[in-house]
């Protein structure tokens, strides 16, 4: 089946520091990403959606500067948390897709935690 | 506008049996998922339905009703790792997946 892999799983790091979070799809090419964030006791969040070889489609109230989506290649779609602040803590998913309509297949998700 | 709606919470007993329903307004249908999402874990797939009616996998059941705008998720024989939440999420005309806020299930013994 499609696998998608994430990484890293935790990462911690100092405020003021950026962090870079990969998405991989290991055997198929998707031509659409998903970046999602997750804060505690609440449902998953979408914040933006990454097309390959173009910008990326931000979801209101998700700053584009901040949250830096680069997807390259048909299977790496890369969020960058610049600047990171405590509040950015959280946990966050990507997933991929095969063909539009299709079902999403989901990263193991990067724990954030800003210091 | 598009709209999701499902409930924010249910509670049930296990071994019982628990529906949660979800009700869309997209501006188009390519189809319904439901998704079961234990905090901090990649959510998992557990249905797909595009023509109405319902569709039968194991414990788990999904109903569409496409002129309702509605569709449920039924799962039987709970156990106690049911305890999650589930989200509905349709794709629209344009296959953007609209997502629900979730629903999350607490199973009691």
């Known amino acids: 089946g499609a696998v998608v892999s994430q990484h890293p799983s935790w990462v911690i790091c100092k405020s003021g520091t950026s962090v870079k979070i990969e998405c991989r799809s290991l055997d198929f090419q998707a031509t659409t990403m998903f970046w999602y964030r997750q804060f505690p006791k609440q449902s998953l969040m979408l914040m933006a959606t990454?097309?390959?070889?173009?910008?990326?489609?931000?979801e209101q109230g998700v700053e584009k500067d901040k949250f830096l989506i680069n997807h390259a290649s048909l299977t790496l779609s890369t969020l960058t948390v610049t600047s990171a602040h405590p509040e950015d803590s959280s946990f966050y998913i990507c997933s991929a897709r095969v063909l539009e309509g299709s079902p999403l297949h989901f990263g193991n998700g990067t724990r954030l935690t800003v210091t | 506008g598009q709209n999701i709606d499902q409930p924010t919470e249910m509670t049930a007993t296990e071994g019982a049996i628990v529906q949660i329903n979800c009700t869309y307004q997209t501006s188009g249908f390519n189809g319904l998922f439901w998704y079961q999402h234990h905090a901090g874990e990649a959510p998992t797939f557990l249905s797909y339905?595009?023509l109405d009616g319902l569709e039968e996998k194991g414990r788990f059941s999904s109903f569409l009703s496409r002129s309702k705008g509605y569709s449920y998720l039924l799962l039987k024989e709970l156990q106690m790792k049911d305890s999650a939440s589930y989200l509905c999420?349709?794709?629209?005309?344009?296959?953007?997946?609209?997502w629900g806020a979730g629903t999350k299930l607490i199973i009691k013994p």
């Open positions: 999420a349709v794709s629209d005309s344009n296959y953007q997946l609209i």
């Open positions: 990454s097309n390959e070889g173009s910008k990326a489609t931000y």
């Open positions: 339905n595009v």
